[in-house]
């Protein structure tokens, strides 16, 4: 981290806001938040943070979560899983977040785009 700063990104994948690991196969039994200000202890400046519960569903992300995370430590946070909409794009911008990963949503054609980046004016 000392080295490579801010190209350094963490991801740190919750069900529940419990860590998981191993391609989310098991429960670490350390809360997000605590793993987060770990991660920031150790000079950590971004977090990409999914909500497994959400991942893939286009049901929107935990907004809850991410702003308890996003308020909780000075990192950039990245939001990944449920985002199905500009909606959700927008709710995400409100909160604040540095930035936002879709996959299926954009595959689908649920979410545009070019509409997205407009809308958070990049």
Known sequence: VAKYGDRIA?????RNGIVEQNGWTES???NYLELAEKMEDFGVKHIIFTDISRDGTETGPNLDMLDKLNRGVSCRIIASGG???IKDIANLKD???YAAISGKA???GM???GSAVK???A
């Open 10 to 14: 963490v991801g740190i994948d919750a």
């Open 28 to 30: 670490s039994n350390v």
């Open 83 to 85: 985002i199905a909409n």
């Open 95 to 97: 909160l604040g977040l």
């Open 106 to 108: 954009l595959y689908t």
């Open 111 to 113: 979410l545009d785009l």
């Open 119 to 121: 809308l958070c004016g």
